[in-house]
């Protein structure tokens, strides 16, 4: 079982940045990938980007070049720094934590993006 609170979502005005962070109950080295995923109203849940437990990154096509994924193992925590937003990184993050066998979820943060 992993624990995962997110936090750091909020309103921004379009070219401006946020930063998530994902807290996870356990070390996050014994995790097989990290990852942030978003949900916009009315769409599906999508991968936004991925770390693997030996540090290769992952990211979604719309995001590369302005969402950065890093972590702190100490402090067992995952973050999305998020530069350049733009109205339509408006959704639901949800920080991700997959095992082998299991998936766990956090609670989700919001992100708006005002034009």
Known sequence: QVQLV???GGLVQAGGSLRLSCVA??????????GWYRQAPGKQRELV??????ASTN???SVKGR????????KNTVYL???????EDTAVYYCNARELAANFWGQGTQVTVSS
């Open 49 to 54: 980007a991925t770390i693997q437990s030996g």
């Open 81 to 87: 720094q998020m530069n350049s937003l733009k109205p």
């Open 6 to 8: 997110e936090s750091g």
């Open 25 to 34: 109950s356990r070390s996050i080295l014994s995790i097989y990938a990290m």
């Open 67 to 74: 969402f950065t994924i890093f972590r702190d193992i100490g």
């Open 59 to 61: 990211y979604a096509d």
